[in-house]
């Protein structure tokens, strides 16, 4: 049995053994070297705590919890990745860490060469009980600054708001429904437009999107008043999926707008923006590099930004975002908090709406919301002590996308509420847009009738599978000398009909992750005669982006299909040649197609994790979970799985999954951070 490390030189080689084995990244590793080769005399627990800082951003922690470590090292560390264990216990962070108690640890890293408390240039700043990389610490100062200092020029804002014309106009967006409960939009409305920070989060179809299209047209309307001039407004999304998705339903909701009782209502309507942008081409993303043409020295040309699908922006991006904002400009975030937070270290969106549920309205809150939307503020939602934010956050709850009978709407519901009641009764009720299907690694006549056909034992359920897309894609193929708006048209067909199915995963690898599945896919597509291989660029591949790639305009999370264009030779004749086609990023819908050999950083994605699918939707949905618990599995990603599907939503278990489907429900994602901490 090895001796626990007495030393920083021991403690590296126990790093490299865990590095090795998988169970931290390279780059903790090189970490933890680069503080030994400062201060060679550093205390071993010390480049223990850093190791595991920066193996917790790849983790999405902001930062390392000491006592959540201490009090549970394995829940907190997933240290060892499940299904691995180490021979020698003392190998075990759990054992090396055993009996220690906080003040003793933090007293190991007492050492001003390496570690500060605020302000300076050490590596490593330890607040309290966090431990944070030093960059880290900054961005979350600066996304708190940036908050708070648009959240003190709201009671100023409110003051420079005429009450009675504000009632006016808002009484004219959201016309009085009969003997109906307070209308949370118009407060949400009211509330965004009394501040220059706010947040409108909500789950699925509870109208986000038309709640913000109407604040828009409140706020131009004001601003356009007694020969005033339009607010500057702009668009963005994280990805060019949420972007597309945003400029879709935002462009119909503008044109949706009954504003004939708003002062100046058309010129409003005109002066609404419909154009999205991803957050990187916003900021203006320079290629192999982290930062951005606009920045506090080059702030952006606008006076409101709006940001959709906000629970995917990591730490490091909101402190871009809102270094990059002129001082007196607003910015709105609209989001779903209980979705996964980004793939990225932090979850800003679900911190900052925490407390949304319980409102938290100050009583002076209250009043003011009363008086320009006539609705009435339940007082259960009201706190003498609610913080500044607090007022700024405005939660929708009535689901327009799911019917009260809806299966879909009820078991995302009972899932994130983590009532396993409510969730078996939800399966015991049998709706019809629910389904639930074993699938065995060794007969895969199941997940074949899922995949191809989207069926259930036979009987189609929802939209067709795989087949759908790559029916539409060889039946709408057009001529060889088509011109090049036939060829785009055609384009956007097959990636529209891919858009309806989509198999989602829990894992990367194992016999049920996207590794491993996507591969068994193509495989089954193959045999039906669907697809001409499974190996290179086939007619038909599907891939995912892997990571931002600035030269062609592609971000991480962007969808293409191999096609094939048609290309003279030089007999006279005419050969296709393959091109990946992408929807355009901007949200638009032209279509960019792409050399294959260009594409440095793409997978196979007939499966997609559901850390992926965020900011998509999909006519059908099925999530596939893994026989056995796994860290990764919690409450938020199997919401997140639910809540891609529109109409249909299969659930897909390996072995013991409708166990692993309630073990998962039973579990949140708790992310180290101190954002709201200040």
Same mark, same amino acid.
């Given at each position: 049995m090895n001796?626990p490390?007495?030393?920083?030189s ?5 790093? !490299?053994?865990?590095? $090795?084995?998988g169970?931290?990244r390279?780059l903790?590793?090189? /970490?933890?070297?680069f503080?030994v080769?400062r201060?060679?005399? +550093?205390?071993?627990l010390?480049v223990?705590?850093?190791?595991l800082?920066?193996?917790?951003l790849?983790r999405?922690h902001v930062?390392?919890d000491?006592e959540?470590t @201490?009090a549970?090292?394995?829940?907190? @560390?997933?240290?060892p990745?499940?299904?691995d ?5 003392p190998?075990l ?5 055993? %009996?220690m108690?906080?003040?003793?640890w ?8 390496l570690v ?7 590596p490593l700043?330890?607040v309290?009980k966090r431990?944070y990389?030093r960059r ?6 600066e996304?708190?600054? %940036?908050?708070?200092q648009?959240l003190r020029q709201?009671?100023?804002l409110r ?5 009675a014309?504000?009632r ?5 967006l959201f016309?009085?429904?009969?003997d109906?409960p307070?209308?949370?939009?118009k407060?949400?409305?009211a509330?965004?437009?009394g501040?220059?920070f ?13 709640t913000v299209?109407k604040l828009?047209a409140l ?7 007694e020969?005033g001039?339009?607010?500057?407004i702009? =668009?963005?999304a994280?990805t060019g999926k ?7 339903s935002?462009?119909g ?5 009954k ?15 419909t154009?999205v942008?991803? =957050?990187?081409?916003l900021l ?6 982290r930062?951005?043409r606009?920045h ?8 409101l ?5 906000a629970?995917m922006?990591?730490? $490091?991006m909101?402190?871009?975002?809102l +270094?990059a904002?002129?001082?007196r400009?607003r910015?709105?975030?609209? !989001? ?8 990225e270290a932090g979850?800003v969106?679900?911190? =900052? ?6 409102g938290?309205?100050?009583? #002076?809150s209250?009043d003011w ?8 503020i339940?007082?259960?939602? @009201?706190d003498?002590?609610?913080s500044?934010l607090d007022q700024?956050v405005?939660?929708l ?17 009972a899932v994130?509420?983590?009532d396993?009641a #409510?969730?078996r009764?939800v399966w ?6 629910l389904?639930?299907?074993?699938v065995d690694?060794?007969?895969t006549r ?5 995949v191809v056909?989207?069926?259930r ?6 939209p067709?599978g795989y087949?759908h ?8 193929r057009? *001529? ?12 956007? *067909?097959?990636?529209?009909?891919h858009?309806? /199915?989509?198999l989602?995963?829990?894992l ?5 992750g996207?590794e !491993?599945?996507n591969?068994?896919?193509a495989e089954l597509?193959?045999?039906e %005669?669907?697809?001409? %291989?499974?190996?290179g660029?086939f007619?038909g ?7 931002n790639d600035?030269g062609?305009?592609l ?5 293409g299909i191999?096609?094939a264009?048609?290309q003279?030779? $030089?007999?006279?004749?005419v050969r296709?040649v ?5 929807p355009?990023?901007d949200?638009?819908?032209e ?5 294959p ?17 965020q900011?998509s939707?999909f006519t059908?949905?099925a =999530? ?5 618990l796994?860290p ?7 919401y997140?799985?639910?809540?891609? +599907?529109?109409?249909?939503?299969t659930l897909?278990? #390996?072995?013991?999954g409708?166990?692993v489907? $309630?073990q998962?429900t *039973?579990?949140r ?6 954002l709201?901490?200040?």
């Open positions: 001796a490390p007495t030393d920083a021991q403690m590296l080689d126990l790093l !490299g053994r865990w590095a $090795e084995r169970w931290l390279e903790d590793r090189a /970490f933890a070297v503080l080769e201060a060679a005399d +550093a205390h071993p010390l223990l705590a850093a190791a800082a920066s193996h917790q790849g999405g930062c390392l000491l959540a @201490l549970d090292s394995r829940f907190a @560390l997933s240290l990745p499940e299904g264990t180490a021979k020698d216990a190998e962070p759990g054992v090396l860490l055993d %009996g108690q906080l003040a003793a933090q007293a190991a890293l007492n050492d001003p060469r500060g408390e605020g302000a300076g240039d050490t700043v330890r309290g431990l990389l880290y610490w900054q961005y979350e100062c996304v708190r600054a %940036g908050i708070d648009r709201g009671e100023a003051a420079s708001l005429p009450v014309q504000l006016q106009a808002l009484d004219a016309p009085k429904r009969a109906a307070a209308d949370w939009q407060l949400a409305c509330l965004v437009a501040n220059a706010g947040i409108v989060t909500g789950g699925p179809g509870t109208g986000k999107t038309t299209v828009l706020l131009q309307s004001l601003a356009l008043g020969g001039r339009p607010l500057r702009r =668009l963005a994280p949420a972007a597309a998705r945003l400029n879709e935002i462009s909701a503008v044109q949706g707008l504003l004939d009782a708003l002062p100046d209502g058309e010129a409003a309507r005109a002066a609404i923006p154009d942008t991803t =957050l990187h081409r203006g993303s320079r290629p192999d590099s930062q951005f606009h506090a020295g080059n702030p952006l040309a606008l006076e930004l709006v940001v959709d699908e629970s922006v990591d730490l $490091e909101m402190a871009a975002l +270094a904002l002129p001082p400009a910015l709105i975030l609209l !989001g779903d908090k209980d979705q996964l937070a980004s793939v979850a969106l679900g911190e =900052l709406c925490s407390r949304a549920r319980d938290h309205y100050r009583p #002076a209250r919301l009363e008086a320009v939307t006539g609705e009435h339940d007082p259960a939602l @009201l003498d002590q609610g500044d700024a405005a939660m709850r009535h689901s327009h996308r799911f019917s009260a009978d809806s299966g879909i709407g009820q078991l995302a519901e994130n509420a983590g396993i #409510a969730l009764n015991k009720a049998r709706h019809e847009d389904a639930r299907i074993t690694a060794r007969d199941s997940l074949r009738d899922l056909d989207g069926g034992g036979g009987d189609l359920f929802g067709a087949r897309y790559l029916s539409v894609l060889a039946s709408n057009p *001529e060889s000398d088509a011109g090049q708006a036939a060829l785009d048209a055609w384009a956007r *067909e097959v990636l529209q009909a858009g309806q /199915f989509q989602l995963c829990a990367r690898r194992g016999p049920w996207v !491993g599945l591969e068994l896919i597509l193959h045999r %005669g669907l697809i001409p %291989g499974v190996h660029w007619l591949r599907p891939v995912l982006v892997t990571r600035y062609l305009g971000m991480n999370g962007d969808i191999a096609l264009l048609p003279a030779d $030089e007999d006279g004749g296709w393959p091109r990946v086609a992408f355009a990023g949200g638009g819908d279509i960019r197609w792409i050399l050999s260009r594409l440095q950083a793409v997978e196979t994605v007939f499966a997609m994790t559901v850390h992926k699918s900011g939707e059908h949905a =999530l596939l979970l893994p026989d056995s796994n990764i599995l919690t409450r938020e990603l199997v997140t799985g639910i809540t891609r +599907a529109r109409s249909w939503f897909a278990s #390996a072995g013991r409708w166990h489907l $309630e998962a *039973e579990r994602v708790q992310r180290a951070s101190g709201l901490e200040g």
